[in-house]
Structure formats: structure tokens, C-alpha cells
């Protein structure tokens, strides 16, 4: 598993570093200067007419309700319950005073200031939290603990000790009710069966969106799969494995840790990761002279006013505020902007061109899509944000 995040981190989709031909006419038209620079290398696959079954992922009662009470959650309140018994993972308000031998020491009181913690997780010495399992609210009793030898106070290392303890309340969530007065008080909605629709409509819709990004992600990559690359830009390839290096290795220093420590945690060796690089390098820039070459044949276009919009997205899911700021983080050049715009333009395009099979029938996939002007798909924006993140 970790190898599997590693490799997704090492391929990093929007941190591209292509430095090779970024030269004035790169800089002036990088598509142009992408399909030149690959079409001659690429004997494609098909990627018309590519037939498939599509992607249908139900949305059941169950996700419906599921979304539902998550949105309550957001309606709730923590309450202090007096009565009941305390067990194992309840949030409760204690007090305390703590003797050793009979004197208190110093940090071992709440001073009738009151704490929160969590039965079984507090972080408190020894069997702290176990003791007050089965008292209720109001109670008073002692609980007896050993410190650790080694606890790092020498006036408590290795000393037993016994807490005074008050159990004040034990903490309860309490949720929103679900009626139609709730509803219309807090929606657009007068009713709950009106809002149960409108949650189930939404989610069947962005479902439906999520499932034919999985569709055209399966056909590119069959294309890819089909296609055969002549000859990889080798300074290209080297350039990407230089700067995918010494970003694992910034990563890396800002633990305090040297980049072969940091593979190891990945479960690499030095070997396997150069391996497990080149071949991640490989497959990104291979998909990169398909999508390239398939937008030589069919004339698919990115103009300025795209890669500036998809430049402003990618700075508001990063959180940066500027181009210079973003490209010295991530390796990006020029060139990257154009290619998320065109990758997305070529990925609609094979999907307005497939085929949809259900049973017998087959009918044309994404008629309504104009592939060739349309903006960035969903897919491309979420996946994106996710690696601005890295």
C-alpha cells in the first residue's frame, strides 16, 4: 500500500518539470511545440469508436440517508449528561488532586478548573482512565496510579500516586431532529421528502459525473495501452527524473532525514527506486506524446485564456497566490499549464467518439460534448488540487 502511494507521488501529475524544448516557440505555442516534438514518435492506437460498457454506480437508500446525517452532524451540540454510567471511549469532565504520600505535587491538580478527556485515549499515566470507567457524574473517588520510571520528573519517576477524583458529567452529542420545520428552517426546502429528493438527485448526478470520468480515464488509457512509442526524449526523461529527485529530497530534508531514510519508509531500496522512477517517468511522458499526437490529428487547440484559467485554479487549490511562487514549488514551466488543458480536451474527445454498448445496443458516447472548446473535466480539476497538495 505504501509502495502503491509512493508511486502515485513519484508519477505526480501536475508537477511536470517538462524543461526540455521550452525554447521561443515553446514559450509562444507550447501545444504546437508538443505535437512537434512527439508526433513523429508515436505509432497510435485506435481511439475512435472505442466501444465500452459504461460506468454505472448505483446510489442506494443507504448513501442517500448516509448524506443526509452527516449534513445533521453539522447541526449538533455537545451536552453535559449528570446521569448514567461512564464506560470505555466517553468524553467526561473530571477534577482532580494528586498526593504522593500524602503531599500534592506540583501539575497534579486542576486547581477546580475542571478537565475533558477521553476514556481510553487521555494519554494519562498508567491505568488512569480505567479507573473511572463505571463511576457516574458526582461521584468522588481515588484513583491510584504508578509512574513510569522513566517519566522524566524526577520528583514522580517511578512513584505511586493516588488522585482525588470528581467525576463532573459525561459528555453526549446531541443531533438535530429531522423534521419539516428543521428542513425548511434550514434548507430551501418545506419538507423532509422534498429535501431526501434533492440530496439523492444531487448525488445520482455528480455519481453519474464521477463514472464517466472513470469511463474516459479507461479509454485513454487504452489508447496508451495500443499506442507504440519510437523513441522517448531522453533529455526530457532525464530532466523529469532530475527534478522528481530533488523534490523527494526537499520533502525528505524537511523531516530532518535523508532522502534513502525517506524511500526506506516507502519500502525502497536505492536501486528500486531509481527503477520504480524511470518506469513512472516513462509512463507519464509516454501518455504525454499520445495525447500530444492525437491532438495533431485532430487539430485540438488550448489557447492563452485556457492555461490562465487553469493557472487560477490550481493557485486557488494550492493555496498560492502567485505563478512564480507555484512553478518554484512544483517544478511547473509553461508548457504544464497547456498540457492539463489539452490532456482534458483529447480525453473528451475519445469519449464523444466512443461507443457505449448496453446488452445489444450500442449508441454514441457524449454527443452533447464539444470537445474540441470545452473547458477541464472534473477529474482533472480534483486531481489537481490533490497533487498541489504534495
Same mark, same amino acid.
Given at each position: 500500500?505504501?509502495?502503491?502511494?509512493?508511486?502515485?507521488?513519484?508519477?505526480?501529475?501536475?508537477? @511536470?518539470?517538462? @524543461?526540455?524544448?521550452?525554447?521561443?516557440?515553446?514559450?509562444?505555442? %507550447?501545444?504546437?511545440?508538443?505535437?512537434?516534438?512527439?508526433?513523429?514518435?508515436?505509432?497510435?492506437?485506435?481511439?475512435?469508436?472505442?466501444?465500452?460498457?459504461?460506468?454505472? *454506480? %448505483?446510489?442506494?437508500?443507504?448513501?442517500?440517508?448516509?448524506?443526509?446525517?452527516?449534513?445533521?452532524?453539522?447541526?449538533?451540540?455537545?451536552? /453535559?449528561?449528570? +446521569? !448514567?454510567?461512564?464506560?470505555?471511549?466517553?468524553?467526561?469532565? #473530571?477534577?482532580?488532586?494528586?498526593? #504522593?504520600?500524602?503531599?500534592?505535587?506540583?501539575?497534579?491538580?486542576?486547581?477546580?478548573?475542571?478537565?475533558?478527556?477521553?476514556?481510553?485515549?487521555?494519554?494519562?499515566?498508567?491505568?488512569?482512565?480505567?479507573?473511572?470507567?463505571? /463511576?457516574?457524574?458526582?461521584?468522588?473517588?481515588?484513583? &491510584?496510579?504508578?509512574? %513510569?520510571?522513566?517519566? !522524566?520528573?524526577?520528583?514522580?519517576?517511578?512513584?505511586?500516586?493516588?488522585?482525588?477524583?470528581?467525576?463532573?458529567?459525561?459528555?453526549?452529542?446531541?443531533?438535530?431532529?429531522?423534521?419539516?420545520?428543521?428542513?425548511?428552517?434550514?434548507?430551501?426546502?418545506?419538507?423532509?421528502?422534498?429535501?431526501?429528493? /434533492?440530496?439523492?438527485?444531487?448525488?445520482?448526478?455528480?455519481?453519474?459525473?464521477?463514472?464517466?470520468?472513470?469511463?474516459?480515464?479507461?479509454?485513454?488509457?487504452?489508447?496508451?495501452?495500443?499506442?507504440?512509442?519510437?523513441?522517448? %526524449?531522453?533529455?526530457?526523461?532525464?530532466?523529469? #527524473?532530475?527534478?522528481?529527485?530533488?523534490?523527494?529530497?526537499?520533502?525528505?530534508?524537511?523531516?530532518?532525514?535523508?532522502?534513502?531514510?525517506?524511500?526506506?519508509?516507502?519500502?525502497?531500496?536505492?536501486?528500486?527506486?531509481?527503477?520504480?522512477?524511470? *518506469?513512472? +517517468?516513462?509512463?507519464?511522458? &509516454?501518455?504525454?506524446?499520445?495525447?500530444?499526437?492525437?491532438?495533431?490529428?485532430?487539430?485540438?487547440?488550448?489557447? &492563452?485564456?485556457?492555461?490562465?484559467?487553469?493557472?487560477?485554479?490550481? @493557485?486557488?487549490? =494550492? !493555496?498560492?497566490?502567485?505563478?512564480?511562487?507555484?512553478?518554484?514549488?512544483?517544478? $511547473?514551466?509553461?508548457?504544464?499549464? $497547456?498540457?492539463?488543458?489539452?490532456?482534458?480536451?483529447?480525453?473528451?474527445?475519445?469519449?464523444?467518439?466512443?461507443?457505449?454498448?448496453?446488452?445489444?445496443?450500442?449508441?454514441?458516447?457524449?454527443?452533447?460534448?464539444?470537445?474540441?472548446?470545452? !473547458?477541464? =473535466?472534473?477529474?482533472?480539476?480534483?486531481?489537481?488540487?490533490?497533487?498541489?497538495?504534495?
Amino acid at each position: 500500500m505504501k509502495k502503491k502511494m509512493f508511486g502515485a507521488f513519484l508519477t505526480g501529475t501536475l508537477c @511536470l518539470s517538462m @524543461l526540455a524544448g521550452c525554447g521561443s516557440k515553446a514559450d509562444e505555442n %507550447p501545444v504546437e511545440a508538443m505535437k512537434e516534438r512527439f508526433s513523429l514518435y508515436v505509432d497510435l492506437g485506435d481511439y475512435k469508436g472505442i466501444q465500452y460498457t459504461p460506468t454505472e *454506480t %448505483p446510489v442506494t437508500e443507504s448513501d442517500v440517508e448516509s448524506q443526509i446525517s452527516s449534513w445533521l452532524m453539522n447541526y449538533s451540540e455537545e451536552i /453535559h449528561e449528570t +446521569t !448514567g454510567m461512564a464506560v470505555a471511549g466517553d468524553k467526561v469532565g #473530571i477534577d482532580y488532586v494528586g498526593t #504522593i504520600d500524602g503531599v500534592a505535587f506540583d501539575g497534579g491538580d486542576t486547581k477546580g478548573a475542571g478537565t475533558e478527556i477521553t476514556l481510553g485515549s487521555s494519554g494519562y499515566v498508567d491505568n488512569f482512565d480505567d479507573q473511572i470507567v463505571g /463511576h457516574t457524574p458526582g461521584e468522588t473517588f481515588d484513583v &491510584k496510579v504508578t509512574f %513510569p520510571e522513566d517519566y !522524566g520528573k524526577e520528583e514522580l519517576n517511578g512513584k505511586a500516586a493516588v488522585f482525588k477524583t470528581t467525576l463532573n458529567y459525561i459528555v453526549k452529542t446531541k443531533y438535530a431532529e429531522l423534521t419539516d420545520e428543521f428542513v425548511a428552517e434550514k434548507t430551501d426546502y418545506d419538507t423532509v421528502e422534498a429535501y431526501r429528493q /434533492h440530496i439523492e438527485a444531487d448525488m445520482v448526478k455528480k455519481q453519474a459525473e464521477e463514472d464517466m470520468e472513470t469511463d474516459k480515464e479507461a479509454m485513454i488509457q487504452q489508447v496508451i495501452d495500443t499506442s507504440a512509442v519510437k523513441q522517448y %526524449p531522453e533529455k526530457e526523461m532525464k530532466d523529469r #527524473i532530475a527534478n522528481r529527485t530533488k523534490q523527494l529530497e526537499a520533502t525528505a530534508n524537511s523531516y530532518n532525514i535523508p532522502l534513502e531514510q525517506y524511500i526506506m519508509i516507502y519500502g525502497y531500496t536505492a536501486e528500486s527506486f531509481q527503477e520504480e522512477i524511470k *518506469t513512472s +517517468t516513462e509512463s507519464y511522458i &509516454k501518455r504525454k506524446m499520445v495525447v500530444a499526437s492525437i491532438a495533431a490529428k485532430e487539430g485540438i487547440e488550448v489557447s &492563452k485564456a485556457e492555461a490562465d484559467a487553469k493557472i487560477q485554479e490550481i @493557485l486557488k487549490a =494550492s !493555496g498560492i497566490t502567485d505563478v512564480n511562487t507555484l512553478n518554484s514549488a512544483y517544478g $511547473y514551466t509553461n508548457e504544464d499549464y $497547456y498540457y492539463i488543458v489539452l490532456e482534458t480536451k483529447v480525453m473528451d474527445f475519445i469519449y464523444s467518439n466512443a461507443v457505449a454498448k448496453s446488452g445489444s445496443d450500442t449508441t454514441e458516447a457524449g454527443s452533447a460534448e464539444d470537445t474540441t472548446t470545452e !473547458g477541464t =473535466s472534473g477529474e482533472a480539476a480534483s486531481t489537481e488540487a490533490s497533487s498541489a497538495e504534495e
